[in-house]
């Protein structure tokens, strides 16, 4: 056989160009690293001999520039370079002559943490804000950061081109073009929009009836009828929960030191995919998560769902060998409060554990409020080596019904041992005579025969014992004694102030009516928690999740910083929009199918990606929003639409794709993972395993499952390309597609060209590219060496339909 001829050759190579480059908005997550990790490290160990009051031998490193002074040949920090960097190899001690801190040697995390900011580029805050107020200054001007203001309902701009209106959302749009001297572009052809709106509600592309259909229709409610289509579709919930489990930072595993099984962890996956496509409200949906066995339910379905739900506070990477009970406790709530400050407020309140927030008006006293409501909810089973999570028991009918007949049979061979050693007895007591005293260990004068039969009995109860049901359960919390945290100075739990009363962020309550909850002195407080969160009046969560929504749909949310509302985030590009969707938002009942609705019916959404010339270099990133954004299909789309078009996608939802027993090693020191990604299920349903994901997502970037994620990156790497044209999953893709192509028109070339564009592309074939098409056919045949004409026909189809399947069309949505 040939090589690939000319045509694959040249459409490969054209697909190329789709790997759009990321965006370089970590600025704000290195700073957040820095202050997290860093910082505090530097405060316990450094800054007593090399800080504000004393610089030993000159050095001073509590701040960037001393940091990044040279001594002799070589600076404290090089930035991007830990080998180059004193201070990298100073920590190590691998210099007799330079090793600190000189009381003792950094742990290997810390020591790692040191090496990974520098390689990263050594982000600090003093590289790229402006001076910052001191901590107390930070709380005083919290009411002048834009996110901490009250919501406003603000008026409807005025716009010149008023017909070009479809929805409200256009008319905040609009008034930011013209206010530039822009128009918006043109409106995008229907089979570009049904493509668009088909891959963002449901992560799969429209068939051809469905393109069929919407391009018949005429009447005025087209768009809305797709729309509506899509979001009654049970896809929907699957593509807008991956969305979500993001955020969450869901994984299948553990990961860090012992990668175990989260074996149950997909009732909560299959929760939240539910739980979306019955639109439940925003305001519960939170509250469940949060504080779920702490609500009300109505029948014992709805009880498992709640309890299901507080998975949520669970899912989080643990160190179960860590030693340290305490520490380990602490670290568990402090990854709790870093996933609710991130996920619900955009907020990253875990940088004010070891002492007020440097940038947010997050006080350590606030951060520690927080802290005694987890500490105050029982997250782990047990502490000790290796420590266990916490499990919630589920009621099950079926469940209920097979321990009843176990109990039952259990108990009937029990009761057979107990007649033999009853009969056994009183025949040895028969034979020693009335009133003689039994043996200490009557079953060793037993005859042979009953001792055996005694053994087979007991035998028999073991073997049925292991066949015990095990009642289904969920990962979750529950409420445990209540009690106050204490402050830790400098975030240790050896070094403890005085206790802080459980509460939420007093600086963020302050800006609603109800911004302080009382919390009763046998709470926990996680209920009054979720409520303070979902209150209509809290300026934070609302416009954190119509930005995600927004971001989702048009990736770049209207606040680029999707988690970080702070000052060290971006200010939204139109204010006034994210406004009026978060109180139209509210007053919709916390619809997020109503958002939708709201934003994509709107002439915003319903624009081409093309812009002319002018534009580009007025608009040139697009913050106006003159155009639609071009995006690239992310790693789950990109396998499940190659699949879908194939024809063999399996739409089977929910259950479990986890071989490995609940809380048995996935992936451990032997770098052994049996976990097997070959079901064509979507991807939603396999399993995520931090510290070794599949390999098609980890190219396709997909996210980080240790730590909320609501701003997934887009690289540009080689090995994507490879990937594409050398992986057996895409060749079988291709050739299964090819065999669809031939089953559906068994002999007109031309005619399975036109399905191949129809299927994976949503479009008719253009007659040049039919012909070139047509003509690589013929040619890949003319030059085969091979004489299996069956063969060469296979081996050129797949070819074709691999070249299409890694086009820049396929992999972009415009």
Same mark, same amino acid.
């Given at each position: 056989?040939?090589?690939?001829?000319?045509?694959?050759?040249?459409?490969?190579?054209?697909?190329?160009?789709?790997?759009?480059?990321?965006?370089?908005?970590?600025?704000?997550?290195?700073?957040?690293?820095?202050?997290?990790?860093?910082?505090?490290?530097?405060?316990?160990?450094?800054?007593?001999?090399?800080?504000?009051?004393?610089?030993?031998?000159?050095?001073?490193?509590?701040?960037?520039?001393?940091?990044?002074?040279?001594?002799?040949?070589?600076?404290?920090?090089?930035?991007?370079?830990?080998?180059?960097?004193?201070?990298?190899?100073?920590?190590?001690?691998?210099?007799?002559?330079?090793?600190?801190?000189?009381?003792?040697?950094?742990?290997?995390?810390?020591?790692?943490?040191?090496?990974?900011?520098?390689?990263?580029?050594?982000?600090?805050?003093?590289?790229?804000?402006?001076?910052?107020?001191?901590?107390?200054?930070?709380?005083?001007?919290?009411?002048?950061?834009?996110?901490?203001?009250?919501?406003?309902?603000?008026?409807?701009?005025?716009?010149?081109?008023?017909?070009?209106?479809?929805?409200?959302?256009?008319?905040?749009?609009?008034?930011?073009?013209?206010?530039?001297? !822009?128009? $918006? %572009?043109?409106?995008?052809?229907? /089979?570009?929009?049904?493509?668009? #709106? +088909?891959?963002? *509600? =449901?992560?799969? &592309?429209?068939?051809?009836?469905?393109?069929?259909?919407?391009?018949?229709?005429?009447?005025?409610?087209?768009?809305?009828?797709?729309?509506?289509?899509?979001?009654?579709?049970?896809?929907?919930?699957?593509?807008?929960?991956?969305?979500?489990?993001?955020?969450?930072?869901?994984?299948?595993?553990?990961?860090?030191?012992?990668?175990?099984?989260?074996?149950?962890?997909?009732?909560?996956?299959?929760?939240?995919?539910?739980?979306?496509?019955?639109?439940?409200?925003?305001?519960?949906?939170?509250?469940?998560?949060?504080?779920?066995? !702490?609500? $009300? %339910?109505?029948?014992?379905?709805? /009880?498992?769902?709640?309890?299901? #739900? +507080?998975?949520? *506070? =669970?899912?989080? &990477?643990?160190?179960?060998?860590?030693?340290?009970?305490?520490?380990?406790?602490?670290?568990?709530?402090?990854?709790?409060?870093?996933?609710?400050?991130?996920?619900?407020?955009?907020?990253?309140?875990?940088?004010?554990?070891?002492?007020?927030?440097?940038?947010?008006?997050?006080?350590?006293?606030?951060?520690?409020?927080?802290?005694?409501?987890?500490?105050?909810?029982?997250?782990?089973?047990?502490?000790?080596?290796?420590?266990?999570?916490?499990?919630?028991?589920?009621?099950?009918?079926?469940?209920?019904?097979?321990?009843?007949?176990?109990?039952?049979?259990?108990?009937?061979?029990?009761?057979?041992?107990?007649?033999?050693?009853?009969?056994?007895?009183?025949?040895?007591?028969?034979?020693?005579?009335?009133?003689?005293?039994?043996?200490?260990?009557?079953?060793?004068?037993?005859?042979?025969?009953?001792?055996?039969?005694?053994?087979?009995?007991?035998?028999?109860?073991?073997?049925?014992?292991?066949?015990?049901?095990?009642?289904?359960?969920?990962?979750?919390?529950?409420?445990?004694?209540?009690?106050?945290?204490?402050?830790?100075?400098?975030?240790?739990?050896?070094?403890?102030?005085?206790?802080?009363?459980?509460?939420?962020?007093?600086?963020?309550?302050?800006?609603?009516?109800?911004?302080?909850?009382?919390?009763?002195?046998?709470?926990?407080?996680?209920?009054?928690?979720?409520?303070?969160?979902?209150?209509?009046?809290?300026?934070?969560?609302?416009?954190?999740?119509?930005?995600?929504?927004?971001?989702?749909?048009?990736?770049?949310?209207?606040?680029?910083?999707?988690?970080?509302?702070?000052?060290?985030?971006?200010?939204?590009?139109?204010?006034?929009?994210?406004?009026?969707?978060?109180?139209?938002?509210?007053?919709?009942?916390?619809?997020?199918?109503?958002?939708?609705?709201?934003?994509?019916?709107?002439?915003?959404?319903?624009?081409?990606?093309?812009?002319?010339?002018?534009?580009?270099?007025?608009?040139?990133?697009?913050?106006?929003?003159?155009?639609?954004?071009?995006?690239?299909?992310?790693?789950?789309?990109?396998?499940?639409?190659?699949?879908?078009?194939?024809?063999?996608?399996?739409?089977?939802?929910?259950?479990?794709?986890?071989?490995?027993?609940?809380?048995?090693?996935?992936?451990?020191?032997?770098?052994?993972?049996?976990?097997?990604?070959?079901?064509?299920?979507?991807?939603?349903?396999?399993?995520?395993?931090?510290?070794?994901?599949?390999?098609?997502?980890?190219?396709?970037?997909?996210?980080?499952?240790?730590?909320?994620?609501?701003?997934?990156?887009?690289?540009?790497?080689?090995?994507?390309?490879?990937?594409?044209?050398?992986?057996?999953?895409?060749?079988?893709?291709?050739?299964?597609?090819?065999?669809?192509?031939?089953?559906?028109?068994?002999?007109?070339?031309?005619?399975?060209?036109?399905?191949?564009?129809?299927?994976?592309?949503?479009?008719?074939?253009?007659?040049?590219?039919?012909?070139?098409?047509?003509?690589?056919?013929?040619?890949?045949?003319?030059?085969?060496?091979?004489?299996?004409?069956?063969?060469?026909?296979?081996?050129?189809?797949?070819?074709?339909?691999?070249?299409?399947?890694?086009?820049?069309?396929?992999?972009?949505?415009?």
């Amino acid at each position: 056989m040939p090589c690939a001829p000319r045509l694959l050759t040249a459409v490969l190579l054209l697909a190329l160009p789709w790997f759009a480059r990321a965006a370089s908005g970590d600025e704000a997550a290195g700073t957040e690293f820095f202050e997290r990790k860093i910082r505090p490290l530097l405060a316990e160990h450094c800054y007593k001999c090399h800080g504000e009051q004393e610089q030993e031998g000159e050095l001073r490193l509590d701040q960037l520039r001393d940091l990044l002074t040279p001594s002799s040949d070589r600076h404290v920090i090089a930035p991007g370079k830990p080998a180059s960097s004193l201070l990298i190899t100073a920590v190590r001690y691998v210099d007799a002559d330079l090793q600190m801190p000189p009381d003792g040697k950094l742990s290997d995390e810390q020591i790692a943490d040191l090496t990974r900011w520098v390689e990263i580029g050594a982000p600090h805050p003093e590289a790229t804000a402006a001076p910052q107020p001191s901590a107390g200054a930070a709380q005083e001007s919290a009411g002048d950061h834009w996110a901490f203001q009250p919501l406003q309902r603000p008026a409807r701009p005025r716009v010149a081109n008023s017909t070009w209106v479809q929805t409200p959302v256009d008319e905040y749009v609009l008034a930011r073009l013209e206010s530039a001297g !822009l128009s $918006p %572009a043109a409106e995008a052809e229907r /089979r570009d929009w049904i493509r668009r #709106a +088909t891959f963002d *509600l =449901t992560g799969l &592309p429209p068939t051809p009836d469905d393109v069929a259909v919407f391009l018949a229709d005429h009447s005025p409610e087209a768009y809305l009828h797709v729309v509506d289509r899509l979001l009654e579709s049970p896809q929907y919930g699957e593509r807008w929960g991956r969305h979500w489990l993001d955020v969450a930072r869901y994984a299948d595993s553990n990961g860090l030191d012992e990668n175990v099984a989260h074996g149950n962890a997909w009732r909560y996956r299959d929760w939240v995919i539910a739980a979306l496509n019955d639109d439940l409200p925003y305001d519960q949906f939170l509250q469940q998560q949060i504080a779920g066995d !702490l609500l $009300p %339910a109505s029948d014992p379905q709805q /009880r498992n769902a709640h309890l299901v #739900a +507080t998975g949520f *506070l =669970t899912l989080g &990477p643990k160190v179960l060998a860590e030693v340290d009970e305490t520490k380990m406790e602490m670290d568990i709530i402090d990854e709790q409060i870093d996933t609710i400050g991130k996920a619900v407020l955009g907020l990253t309140l875990g940088c004010a554990r070891c002492h007020d927030h440097k940038f947010d008006p997050i006080t350590s006293r606030d951060y520690y409020a927080l802290a005694g409501i987890f500490q105050s909810t029982i997250t782990m089973e047990s502490f000790t080596k290796i420590a266990k999570w916490n499990e919630n028991q589920l009621h099950d009918p079926e469940f209920d019904r097979m321990k009843t007949e176990f109990d039952a049979r259990l108990a009937c061979e029990k009761q057979k041992l107990d007649t033999l050693l009853a009969d056994a007895t009183a025949a040895l007591q028969a034979e020693l005579g009335q009133g003689a005293a039994l043996p200490e260990k009557p079953e060793e004068s037993f005859p042979q025969a009953t001792r055996d039969e005694l053994a087979k009995q007991r035998a028999s109860i073991a073997e049925i014992e292991k066949q015990a049901p095990q009642p289904p359960a969920a990962m979750g919390v529950h409420d445990g004694e209540a009690q106050n945290a204490a402050l830790h100075i400098r975030g240790s739990h050896l070094t403890l102030g005085d206790l802080v009363p459980r509460g939420v962020p007093r600086s963020i309550g302050a800006t609603f009516a109800a911004g302080k909850p009382a919390i009763g002195a046998q709470s926990s407080g996680r209920l009054e928690l979720a409520r303070w969160l979902t209150d209509p009046q809290n300026p934070l969560t609302v416009r954190v999740v119509v930005n995600r929504v927004w971001r989702w749909h048009f990736g770049r949310g209207l606040v680029e910083t999707a988690d970080n509302f702070g000052q060290l985030g971006s200010e939204p590009t139109h204010p006034e929009l994210l406004d009026w969707l978060a109180a139209d938002f509210i007053d919709s009942g916390w619809s997020l199918k109503k958002l939708h609705r709201r934003i994509m019916l709107s002439a915003t959404y319903r624009m081409a990606s093309a812009a002319d010339r002018a534009v580009l270099e007025r608009d040139p990133e697009n913050r106006l929003l003159s155009r639609f954004p071009a995006r690239r299909l992310e790693a789950e789309e990109v396998r499940d639409a190659m699949l879908a078009v194939a024809g063999q996608l399996d739409m089977t939802m929910g259950g479990s794709m986890l071989g490995t027993e609940n809380r048995k090693h996935v992936f451990d020191h032997t770098s052994k993972d049996d976990t097997t990604y070959v079901a064509p299920r979507r991807s939603v349903y396999l399993p995520v395993i931090r510290n070794h994901l599949h390999d098609s997502f980890s190219l396709f970037d997909y996210a980080d499952a240790s730590v909320p994620n609501g701003n997934r990156n887009t690289s540009t790497v080689a090995s994507q390309a490879l990937y594409l044209m050398n992986s057996d999953f895409v060749q079988d893709v291709a050739s299964h597609l090819a065999a669809r192509l031939r089953s559906e028109n068994a002999t007109d070339q031309r005619a399975q060209v036109e399905t191949l564009y129809q299927i994976a592309l949503g479009r008719e074939v253009s007659e040049a590219e039919a012909a070139q098409a047509l003509e690589y056919l013929q040619r890949f045949h003319a030059e085969s060496a091979s004489t299996e004409d069956q063969a060469t026909d296979d081996a050129a189809w797949r070819m074709l339909c691999q070249a299409v399947l890694v086009s820049n069309e396929f992999f972009y949505v415009r």
